[in-house]
């Protein structure tokens, strides 16, 4: 699987009750919160429409994926495949302590 960094705007909640639009328009901060995420290219859905997003999982197994994150393509700022060399095969767990 490719290895991917994605850096990503973030959506986030600034109101978490009922409140006038005037609270609501000086809550607004228009600060912008940018994620960083690194992950495994598990899969593309919905290329060249709205709801184009990338699958991502921390962890490639040998047959199963670890936690997974999907991110909607229309938040990334940033995207780049990472190059990582592969451990020898040979190398054991033991031999790397």
Known sequence: MKLLYVE????SV???????IEEATALASGNTVICKTVGFLVSEHGEGTPFHTVYLT???GENEVGPQTEIPVSTIVS????NVK????QESPESRE
């Open 8 to 11: 990503w705007i973030d959506a």
């Open 14 to 20: 600034v109101g978490d009750q009922w409140t006038s």
């Open 58 to 60: 921390m962890t490639d």
């Open 79 to 82: 995207r780049r495949e990472l």
């Open 86 to 89: 592969e451990r020898d095969s």
